[in-house]
């Protein structure tokens, strides 16, 4: 199958930093990747929708300026938290769509704290 | 209402039991369905798609949607130990888009 890499993997940052996240999809190309935020022993809620060469689309309550994504090439979406809180701590998903595939595949996640 | 519905559980049930895990969902018009399964601080891993009325096989794993009550099951025959981990049905909304039910979380008990 398909395969979406994220790193890195795990960050702890101070109250206030940035704080930036790749997601990679490996061995196809993607025009669009999905971002998602899990919080504990929760399910996964989609934050914004990223798209190759256009702004991305954000879900209702999703505040586009703290969180900025970039989808620079077909194989790259970043997701940059700005001035980060502790509130910002979760889990952090990418999923990209495999071409012709009705499927997505998602990367391993990215664990933020933010102390 | 929420869009997909899911009971999260926890299931706890002895090795070997069939497992039945369940959603619905509340709009007729989505068209294709997933199982995905997540283990603790990992992305989600799709097991089954499908995207019709009836039922789909894969190994020890079948996938059962009934479009005319808007329910979708994914069933665990022979259910072993490392099957533990949360059960995340998902339906495609549109443009690609999923909304995942809450999660089940399942324990195989040795």
């Known amino acids: 199958g398909a395969v979406v890499s994220q790193h890195p993997s795990w960050v702890i940052c101070k109250s206030g930093t940035s704080v930036k996240i790749e997601c990679r999809s490996l061995?196809?190309?993607?025009?669009?990747m999905f971002w998602y935020r899990q919080f504990p022993k929760q399910s996964l809620m989609l934050m914004a929708t990223?798209?190759?060469?256009?702004?991305?689309?954000?879900e209702q309550g999703v505040e586009k300026d703290k969180f900025l994504i970039n989808h620079a090439s077909l194989t790259l979406s970043t997701l940059t938290v700005t001035s980060a809180h502790p509130e910002d701590s979760s889990f952090y998903i990418c999923s990209a769509p495999a071409q012709g595939a009705d499927t997505q595949y998602f990367g391993p996640g990215t664990r933020l704290t933010v102390l | 209402q929420k869009e997909v519905e899911q009971d999260p559980g926890p299931l706890s049930v002895p090795e070997g039991a069939i497992v039945s895990l369940n959603c619905t969902y509340s709009?007729?018009?989505?068209?294709?369905f997933m199982w995905y399964r997540q283990y603790s601080r990992k992305g989600p891993e799709l097991l089954m798609y499908t995207y019709s009325s009836g039922n789909k096989e894969d190994g020890r794993f079948t996938a059962q949607v009934d479009k005319s009550s808007k329910y979708i099951s994914l069933f665990i025959r022979d259910s072993q130990p490392s099957d533990s981990a949360t059960y995340l049905c998902?339906?495609?909304?549109?443009?690609?888009?999923?909304?995942f039910g809450q999660g089940t979380r399942l324990t195989i008990n040795p």
């Open positions: 061995d196809f190309q993607a025009t669009t």
């Open positions: 998902a339906v495609v909304q549109g443009a690609q888009k999923l909304v």
């Open positions: 990223s798209n190759e060469g256009s702004k991305a689309t954000y």
């Open positions: 709009n007729s018009a989505f068209q294709y």
